[in-house]
Structures are given as C-alpha cells and as structure tokens.
C-alpha cells in the first residue's frame, strides 16, 4: 500500500481509546485492571459487554502522539471539529536524535472549519485546500530511524471557542481530535487515538495499572512515557531532564501475573531521551525495536500468559534542565505526563492504547 492511500485511508480510520469524557476516563480505569489489551483487528467492545470508551469526540485544545520511523511510517490525523478556522502549533520532538537529544521542530499551520489533514512524520507538509495557503515542506530533519512525540497544540481560535481554553491551561471541550498510525514493514500496526489532556487528571491518584498479555503470539512491547512541561496554551517544552519517576523503595513498581504472583521492579523513569522514551516491559515483553531499558528487568511470564503493572508516579523531576530545574530537582512550571503501551508478534498482529494522562499542577 503506498503512502498517499495510507494517508487516505487514515483519514477514514478511527478507533481506540481517545480519553476525553471524563465520565468515560472514570470508567476505563474501573474496568482496567481486568481487561486485557487486544489485538489492532478486535473491536472497541471488551468481551462482548460495552464499550468501555463510548465518547471519544469531545475535542481538546492539545493532542499528544507517538511517533516511530525505525523502520516504520507514522501517520498523524488532526481534525478541527468546530465551524471556526483554528490555528495549530505543531512541535515534533525527537527523542532519538544522532544530533542533539531531544532535537526539536516546531511549526504553524491553520485547520479550516471540519477540516482533517494527516501529517506524514518522515515527510511532514503543511495543510493547504480552499482559502489556505499551498502546502509547505516542513520538520525535513526528521527522518528514518528515529523516534519521539509530537504536540498538537490550539493557538487561535475565534472569540466564539475561545471561552473553551480557559486561562493559562489546554482542557477538555476544544476543537481537536486525532489519532496515530504507525504502520510497520512487517505488517503489524499499531493505532489508536492522540492523547488529549483534560481537567480531569489533575484530581487523579498518582497510581496506575498497565495491563498487558502474550497471548496470540505477542512477544514484543513498546511502553511509551511522553514527558513535557506546559509552557503557554500553544507551546510545550520537553529535554532529557524533564522527566517522570516511577517507584521508589518505600512505594515499588510491582508487576503481576496472571495468578496474580508479583515481583518487585526497581524504579524507573521516562524523559525526552534515547532508552527513556520507548522501554520494554519485562523479559517475556522486551522492547520492538531492541531498546535496552525494561520496567521489569527480572520477571520472565510463561508462555500466553498476561499480567499488569502497578505503577506508581513518585515525583516530576527537572533535575539538571537549565530552564526549568529548581534546585530540589521540581519543575518550576507545570509537567504533564502521556503514556502509551503498544504490543504486537512482529508480523501482523499489534495493538496500542493509551494508558494514563497526569499532571502536577499547582492551581487546584
């Protein structure tokens, strides 16, 4: 399939687990703990019960995506759901980067009332149709062979939405919503929907269960941390030290079978940086693409067995960020953490979903 009919059809293909009603964020972490992640080709129903994310168009003023190019093609769709044009900041973080370790580009581009455009990570052009301008060759150091996360953020709005952004912060009831595609060589594919921040999380226990299974032949896991500060309502701001702790001695990761049988992990961290973006979860789940870091570097499961992961968030750090460290180690502005887990057999079988928006602010 070539890339123009991919971009097309991602245009037309839209599922997962977008968390944007909080009603339906309440629910999801409810039934979490018990559902195991299924494959890319299994509906959005667990057990032929109900769907477990009902709501996923609410829109948002900022998206967070993955983005993969080590021999894959990442496809990101953003559609603008209100009647209003909006204007976008698109940031593009590259946490692999040969060059300077979280390099970034960032750009500008506008979204026309109802309108969807896909960005092509490896070959990002502008939006362009009726009444915009032509399209524009931008982020052209982004290229195979990396990997990172890009931010979606609304910069304009007419004065009819502006009441949606609030302040200083980018919650629920915006104009936005998206999804990702990362479309591997082997034929697997992971997708599911952008992650959007909302009002919500800043209320919720700094503690999560991260389910996962190697049933049907998974052997492979990709187990995203997206770690950023929130700068403005259209800027974000991320670095190798920008980080979120997970675990400590007194409060430890702890990783569960299927029996229920756990075993301790040591702590772990997830920053801007190459081995702390994309880890592995244990043993029996080693990272797809060979990154060394696990949650979990001593559990092995059985064969089709499942399990989950009990993380608990220990601290925001910016230890050593020159712009945003405090001397304790906190941020001086707000960090928000997204978090994905994708698994997949290597060839044909994968699946993605969002785990876990949270934020440390200060004005609750």
């Known amino acids: 399939m070539t890339k123009g009919n991919l971009m097309n059809n991602t245009k037309t293909r839209r599922k997962g687990s977008m968390l944007q009603d909080s009603l339906s964020k309440i629910k999801y972490l409810l039934v979490l703990a018990v559902l195991l992640v299924l494959p890319m080709q299994a509906t959005v129903s667990f057990a032929g019960a109900y769907t477990v994310i009902d709501q996923t168009d609410t829109g948002v003023n900022r998206l967070v995506a993955f983005f993969d190019t080590r021999d894959r093609?990442?496809?990101i769709q953003v559609t603008n759901t209100s009647t209003d044009k909006v204007n976008i900041h698109v940031q593009v973080f590259d946490a692999g980067s040969l060059f300077t370790e979280c390099e970034e580009c960032n750009f500008d581009d506008m979204l026309t009332p109802n309108d969807t455009h896909v960005y092509d990570v490896e070959n990002m052009m502008t939006n362009s149709g009726p009444l915009l301008p032509p399209s524009e060759d931008v982020c052209t150091e982004i290229g195979p062979d990396t990997y990172g996360f890009v931010v979606i953020s609304v910069s304009g709005l007419a004065k009819a939405a502006e009441a949606t952004k609030g302040d200083d912060h980018v919650y629920g009831g915006g104009p936005l919503i998206g999804m990702f595609r990362i479309i591997d060589g082997d034929g697997y594919e992971y997708r599911t929907n952008a992650a959007g921040p909302e009002d919500y999380f800043a209320y919720s226990a700094h503690e999560e269960v991260v389910n996962f299974s190697a049933a049907n032949g998974h052997n492979l896991s990709d187990l995203v941390g997206i770690t950023y500060i929130s700068l403005d309502s259209s800027t974000?701001?991320?670095?190798?030290?920008?980080?979120?702790v997970f675990g400590s001695p007194f409060d430890e990761i702890l990783i569960y079978d299927q029996d229920e049988d756990d075993i301790s992990c040591s702590p772990t961290f997830f920053a801007c940086a190459v081995g702390a973006l994309d880890r592995g979860i244990d043993n029996s789940l080693p990272n797809s693409k060979g990154e060394a870091n696990r949650v979990c570097?001593?559990?092995?499961?059985?064969?089709?067995?499942?399990?989950?992961?009990d993380l608990h968030l220990t601290a925001f750090s910016c230890a050593g960020d020159p712009f945003f460290g405090n001397a304790d180690g906190s941020c001086s502005s707000e960090p928000w953490f997204v978090g994905f887990i994708g698994l997949n057999n290597g060839d044909g079988t994968g699946s993605m979903d969002s785990y876990w928006e949270v934020s440390d602010r200060d004005d609750m």
């Open 73 to 75: 093609d990442t496809f």
């Open 236 to 244: 974000v701001y991320a670095s190798p030290q920008v980080a979120t």
């Open 297 to 309: 570097a001593t559990s092995i499961l059985n064969s089709n067995s499942s399990g989950w992961l």
